[in-house]
């Protein structure tokens, strides 16, 4: 069975695009820990990071540097963190999370946003990308 990410990507659920190539995709998560909060993805179901290809896991990172700038772009934040806790979706899937300090990382914060909030998080990070 297809996980939530793949029926993301082939277009069976609704998501806040952010990027899309041949092998990544990344949109907004759905609760934002922090406005902009972005997960990036591989296409290909993996379940662990552990078991993405080395030339895939470098491609989703170099693609993390690059929205990670327009994020700090977008926000203003001087951080963007990086989680990987793999426990809600077994699709690997990295987090990026505007950051001001630690605690600005903490899932506990997560809050679902309005369509409106979610278009304008979305149309700033893109014209920084």
């Given amino acids: 069975m297809a996980s939530v990410f793949t029926r993301i990507i082939q277009g069976e659920l609704p998501c806040y695009k952010i990027h899309e190539d041949e092998e990544t995709f990344s949109f907004l998560a759905l609760d934002q820990v922090n406005p902009g909060h972005t997960l990036v993805i591989p296409k290909e179901e993996h379940n662990s990071w552990m078991d993405v290809p ?3 896991y470098a491609k989703i990172h170099l693609q993390s540097q690059r929205i990670g700038r327009a994020l700090m772009k977008a926000t203003g934040c001087p951080r963007v963190g990086q989680i990987v806790a793999g426990f809600e979706v077994p699709h690997y899937h990295l987090h990026l999370i505007p950051a001001w300090s630690i605690p600005d ?8 946003l309005n369509d409106g909030e979610m278009k304008k998080i979305q149309e700033n990070i893109l014209k920084h990308l």
């Fill in 54 to 56: 080395e030339d895939l």
């Fill in 105 to 112: 990382l903490d899932f506990k914060r997560a809050r679902r």
